[in-house]
């Protein structure tokens, strides 16, 4: 489809769009000729990718940095102020045994926040298409008014019924103990939480971590509050002087004690009775939910429980971020049309016109729902219990609180200061918002409408991907605000 | 034989007429199991002894990756100890039988499913959710 050579004038001006409609190319080809692209430039998950695909974190990463700097301020205070005076007075070996417990916590926080969670690749189109076709099977013909019912398989593990949902947005029937995370918009395997103090999902490949870093820092501010203590003590016994720079490590120490050592014994307690954050909320092997419920994943031993969640093997990353992008595989969408779609042109063009239908809507939608927004998205406080002492290092993980005010008795003491994501129904997706409709399984119908929009722009193709990973939070509440208005209208 | 292709001509020459797909079996737990039946696609391609014997072995090499014994948990207390950084010079357990998958599944595609004008994918390329088995379409020259 080239102009004829004989006018090169108009043939410049033309080539533009000659060059896209060209069937000689794809249509994300004429980027891929140039570098050859990596698997996470297109991965339809909120995540941000840095050091070339090596370091995963969810999109809001602002509390994780809190939480870098509130540890490395209070041991910094520690070793700068109250090391030099133990040192000498009491052993060299106290420094010593901070420094390596500091080491180790920033090595265990670095590698919960930087590594993949367990995040469950969407399902390709023809297997979305196949799982469609086995699930409109074996549901029947649909009547005009009808609704068909929520997608669920049960399946009988050791004794126990499980029920394996469906899951809108990867196309996959999840695994379980996997849970859809809203807020990174995948599909985690053995969902713990989404912490937002470690800035990611907490799933089976980083819990061991997470579990180690939170542990460990429980040790380090025991540590801290211990010599600081001893160091107060010591000198005011000496001079009598105590100095407000002497106190604030103090307090600090104090608040994060208790709120971290808390969370480290629930978290034991889920580790031995190998349940996650996730279960224990919703009561999922509860005897209080049915007298013969018990929890089908345990070993039955408290042992074996703690050296599989702890010691067994690791098991690799399903996304494979930092491979390329081959041109004959097919890609991962968002949404199924109902058909396999082996041209890769056909589906460029296709999802091209849905995103511009997309975001035109998006624009009228924003223009009307501006006066509605608020300013942050996450950090819905007031939601859940706080605890005084805002500025204390305390609880490194907001763990969902059900729609019940009470928390898990399972929890003894545990507050999480402040940043509670509230769960509204506790059977399915855990969600941030607080204007999305009650009703979780949307139906087929407004289905493209609505789907997660960075998904859509990310397989646009012709989209800056620095634009992509780094929205601002403006946009991203736009987002989730027009997500939130479709899904009510469509109730 | 001059009827046999390689795997890369056939991927590249022959249409292909469908995909099936052997879901998971989670009847013993999150452990990584393929179901065993026999897909009826499948009835006019190959053998169901022999499809069954390969997704039992599937099955086999599996639960070894992830099996929770003595030198499984010696690997996960060293590298605790050594702060995980012993993974940069070493694979971990998982990742050597993952080899011994995609080998397995290589020979088996050689041997068995290309001769049949079948195809596996190795179930890693799928995020271990399915076993896809590309059928191809059948050329019947001289068979």
Request: proline share 8%; charged share 20%.
């Amino acid at each position: 489809m080239h102009l004829g050579l004989d006018e090169p004038v108009r043939e410049c001006q033309y080539n533009p769009i000659c060059t896209r409609n060209s069937s000689s190319m794809e249509t994300s080809g004429h980027k891929k000729k140039r570098t050859p692209r990596r698997k996470w430039q297109i991965f339809p998950g909120r995540n941000r990718f840095y050091c070339n695909g090596r370091v995963m974190m969810a999109r809001q990463t602002g509390v994780f940095y809190l939480t870098l700097i509130l540890i490395m301020v209070t041991s910094g205070l520690f070793f700068a102020f109250d090391c030099p005076f133990l040192a000498s007075n009491l052993t060299p070996a106290i420094p010593v045994i901070g420094g390596v417990l500091f080491v180790f916590v920033l090595g265990m926080l670095f590698r919960a926040s930087f590594s993949d969670p367990g995040v469950l690749p969407r399902a390709t189109p023809d297997e979305a298409a196949d799982l469609e076709r086995q699930i409109d099977a074996s549901n029947g013909p649909s009547g005009p008014g009808y609704r068909p019912p929520p997608r669920i398989r049960e399946v009988v593990i050791n004794g126990q019924t499980v029920k394996l949902k469906y899951c809108f947005t990867c196309k996959i029937f999840r695994p379980p103990r996997a849970s859809h995370c809203s807020l990174c918009d995948n599909c985690v395997e053995r969902f713990d939480h989404h912490c937002p103090w470690v800035g990611n999902c907490v799933g089976k490949r980083n819990y061991r971590f997470f579990y180690l870093f939170i542990l460990s820092l429980s040790f380090l501010t025991v540590f801290i509050f211990a010599f600081v203590i001893t160091h107060v003590i010591l000198r005011s016994n000496r001079t009598g002087f105590l100095s407000a720079l002497k106190d604030s490590p103090v307090l600090v120490c104090f608040f994060s004690v208790w709120s971290i050592m808390g969370l480290s014994g629930f978290h034991t307690y889920l580790i031995s009775s190998n349940q996650t954050t996730n279960e224990d909320i919703k009561g999922s092997w509860s005897t209080k939910r049915a007298k013969d419920n018990y929890n089908p994943y345990s070993y039955g031993n408290i042992l074996t429980n703690c050296c599989a969640a702890l010691c067994g093997p690791l098991p690799p990353s399903l996304i494979d971020r930092r491979g390329y992008i081959q041109p004959d595989t097919p890609q991962p969408v968002s949404h199924s049309n109902g058909s396999c779609m082996y041209n890769s042109t056909q589906l460029q063009s296709h999802m091209c016109d849905q995103e511009h239908c997309i975001q035109s809507t998006k624009f009228v939608l924003q223009a009307a729902a501006t006066p509605l927004l608020h300013s942050d998205p996450v950090m819905m406080g007031g939601e859940g219990p706080t605890l005084p002492g805002k500025s204390s290092l305390g609880g490194p993980c907001a763990s969902l609180t059900p729609s019940q005010p009470s928390l898990p008795s399972s929890m003894p003491g545990l507050g999480c200061a402040g940043d509670m994501l509230t769960l509204r129904d506790p059977d399915t997706h855990c969600h941030h918002h607080h204007f999305v409709s009650p009703e979780e399984t949307p139906s087929p119908g407004p289905m493209p409408l609505t789907l997660p929009c960075p998904a859509h722009m990310t397989h646009g193709g012709h989209m800056n991907p620095a634009q992509l990973y780094d929205p601002a939070s403006q946009d991203s509440l736009h987002e989730d605000s027009v997500r939130g208005l479709v899904k009510l209208s469509s109730v | 034989m001059a009827e046999t292709h390689s795997l890369q001509d056939m991927r590249q020459q022959a249409a292909i007429a469908a995909k099936v797909f052997i879901q998971r079996d989670y009847t013993n737990g999150t452990v990584c199991q393929f179901q065993t039946k026999f897909p009826s696609e499948l009835e006019t391609r190959i053998d169901k002894q022999q499809f069954e014997e390969t997704v039992r072995t599937l099955n086999n090499l599996y639960a070894e990756a992830e099996k929770l014994g003595g030198s499984s948990y010696l690997e996960g207390c060293l590298a605790c100890l050594t702060a995980y950084t012993i993974f940069l010079c070493m694979e971990t357990h998982y990742e050597k039988v993952l080899k011994k998958i995609a080998k397995f599944i290589q020979e088996q595609n050689d041997k068995i499913y290309a001769p049949r004008g079948l195809l596996l994918t190795d179930p890693i390329e799928r995020g271990l959710r399915v076993v896809e088995v590309t059928i191809f379409e059948d050329r019947s020259l001289g068979r």
